[in-house]
């Protein structure tokens, strides 16, 4: 379950100044893990009422794109701090991070999430009624929806199975 080309590296680096200081500050780990789960949820909330307004499951009285102004950037602000706090909790527990498959599967969920936002977001940008406009980018906006919402809770499932996930040390 481990990538032969991160175990000298992930000894490397939790020998480091950084790293020890994570792993030997008793509040580090647990107040990163809790700022992680919090931004996670603000994230999440944000992308989730987007898309259920994409599927025509809630906020009906508002268009596409006037929620989608309001609530993206509480999609946007987040993941500064989520990336920091990935950082610091894969810096404090390399081998725990960075050899384990659910956590490499979560960094490749999250470009594939970045993606989708960001395209649904670049159509937006350039004509607000963009998915709104035909039924053919209707059904491709439900569709980038449910792809969105399939992800992000797949990257929450990844998320949580990296402390589960069996290590061949």
Not at 100 to 109: D, E, I, P, R, Y
Request: charged share 10%; with cysteine; net charge positive.
């Amino acid at each position: 379950m481990t990538n032969p080309k991160f175990p000298a590296f992930s000894e490397w680096l939790a020998t480091t100044g950084p790293s020890q200081l994570i792993q030997n500050v008793s509040w580090i780990i647990p107040t990163t893990q809790t700022l992680h789960i919090i931004c996670i949820s603000i994230l999440v909330g944000a992308i989730g009422m987007v898309d259920l307004r994409i599927l025509g499951l809630a906020m009906r009285s508002q268009s596409t794109s006037s929620l989608s102004r309001r609530l993206l950037p509480f999609v946007w602000a987040p993941l500064p701090i989520l990336l920091i706090t990935g950082a610091i909790l894969a810096i404090g527990e390399p081998a725990r991070s960075l050899e384990n498959l659910a956590f490499q599967v979560k960094m490749l969920l999250l470009l594939a999430a970045i993606a989708v936002t960001l395209l649904f977001q670049t159509a937006i940008k350039k004509d607000e009624a963009f998915w709104e406009l035909t039924p053919a980018r209707r059904t491709w906006a439900k569709l980038l929806a449910v792809l969105s919402m399939a992800i992000w809770i797949a990257i929450i499932f990844a998320g949580r199975y990296i402390a589960y996930m069996v290590q061949d040390f």
